[in-house]
């Protein structure tokens, strides 16, 4: 049973009655008993169902006195399949030039010493993407023997770190480095390490315990190596060590973030004249951060491109900053509000994941799949409906791609610390799922 109610026109209680109506049914339907056992809890069962009968009937009674529709979808509920190409989005980086120069010159110059240089800044400036970039520069990669990524987040894990840390740089095999003890993988990492010039990435680090758990796995023999950390905790670089250099990002001006949106909407096409100051007015009001012009363009670029309906989301942007001036979550709920009703639980489903990480495409599918997410599309496989479900996610950069395989396709993604709150938040509010804090 779906009954589908569209929020922005009918009352809120509405909406929340005819959801929890839905998943009555569904509980109903789940915990139905076996036969034998069936007429033992049989008039249970019909009375529950009379008691949700007859919540749905006051419920339409209450539309068609109001004179509210029965059913609304939006325009671009329907996802095309018709279309298998894969799609490459490359991370764009605006701005940062000064940024971007200073450390590159950190990392090729400076001290013989290990170096710690430290990105610092609030979630959303672009931290990963600049480290990325960095990580991959051709003139930087030449500079160093050995190079390895690791993420951290908010919860820190030595033994994952290890290993990541160790897949990314040795010949051993996954399932060899798996089986190491702690020991074995501190000390074949700091092997690895010893007398090379190496280039280690931290990504997302919360606190300076955590390096201060893991420096004597890290050799300083002198040969100018480096370890980048991105952190929105200006005090882990500084603590870090004696010669750590800490670099904060800034917010993206105006300017800036015009340049993102139209590089995100309209690729390498112009922006046409009517839509130049409406555009420029939804770029101001992003505030600064690259995660939420990212995010509001995803969003234009997935409606026509008509004047009044970027007038709408303009509106819609001004009334959640004077709503709430500080907090960019409730700007990138836009993003969710545009979503096709059969996406929202495919994405607030990634709030069950743990944060920062890299999740098996294959196993979400089946994941999604079992919860009964996917909608059958003709001829069209449940997984190949599911793995386009996601590339529309992708698109709207409400999701990014972590690795590829070898044919282009999406290996693991990733969803942004803030997506992922702002998940959570929403799927409590609307009895999807309720995080369970250890």
């Not at 529950?48 to 109001?66: P, V, Y």
């Not at 060590?241 to 309209?266: D, G, M, Y």
């Amino acid at each position: 049973m779906e009954i589908v109610v569209q929020q922005q026109t009918e009352p809120e209680e509405l909406v929340i009655r005819t959801r929890d109506s839905a998943y009555e049914v569904e509980y109903v339907i789940n915990s139905f008993p076996p036969f034998w056992y069936l007429a033992m809890r049989l008039p249970q069962l019909i009375e529950k169902i009379k008691l949700i009968r007859m919540a749905i009937q006051e419920m339409k009674n209450n539309i068609d006195e109001t004179g509210m529709p029965k059913v609304a979808k939006y325009p671009s509920e329907q996802v095309s399949l018709q279309s298998k190409e894969t799609r490459v989005l490359e991370d764009v980086v605006v701005g940062y030039e000064n940024e971007t120069a200073e450390i590159s010159e950190q990392l090729v110059r400076g001290p013989d010493q290990l170096q710690i240089i430290s990105i610092f800044g609030m979630p959303g400036l672009g931290k990963t993407t600049l480290a990325k970039k960095l990580y991959n520069d051709p003139s930087i990669v030449y500079h160093f023997d050995k190079r390895a990524w690791c993420v951290v987040s908010q919860t820190y894990n030595k033994r994952n770190m290890l290993i990541d840390i160790l897949r990314s740089m040795s010949h051993l095999k996954r399932e060899t480095i798996t089986k190491m003890d702690d020991e074995s993988l501190a000390q074949n990492l700091y092997k690895s390490l010893k007398g090379t010039r190496y280039l280690i990435v931290i990504d997302d680090i919360w606190d300076s315990e955590s390096w201060d758990d893991l420096k004597r796995y890290f050799p300083d023999d002198g040969t100018r190596s480096r370890v980048i950390f991105t952190t929105r905790n200006k005090e882990v670089g500084l603590k870090a060590s004696p010669h750590s250099v800490v670099n904060a990002l800034p917010f993206l001006s105006k300017e800036e973030c015009w340049e993102l949106l139209q590089c995100k909407v309209f690729q390498k096409e112009y922006c046409p004249q009517e839509l130049l100051e409406v555009g420029k007015e939804i770029a101001g009001n992003c505030q600064g951060l690259p995660l939420t012009v990212i995010v509001i363009a995803a969003v234009l670029a997935n409606m026509e491109k008509e004047k009044q309906l970027w007038l709408d989301v303009a509106r819609r942007l001004s009334s959640y900053i004077s709503e709430n001036p500080n907090e960019c979550i409730h700007i990138l709920e836009l993003s969710y509000k545009h979503l096709p009703m059969h996406l929202k639980p495919c994405f607030l489903y990634f709030g069950t994941f743990e944060e920062d990480t890299e999740i098996p495409v294959r196993k979400l599918i089946s994941l999604w799949v079992a919860e009964g997410f996917i909608k059958k599309e003709g001829q069209e496989s449940l997984e190949n409906v599911a793995e386009e479900y996601l590339m529309v996610l992708i698109d709207r950069s409400l999701v990014f791609v972590a690795e590829r395989r070898s044919d282009g396709g999406v290996k693991t993604c990733v969803i942004h610390d803030l997506m992922r709150d702002m998940c959570l938040r929403i799927a409590e509010e609307e009895n999807f799922l309720k995080a369970i804090e250890e």
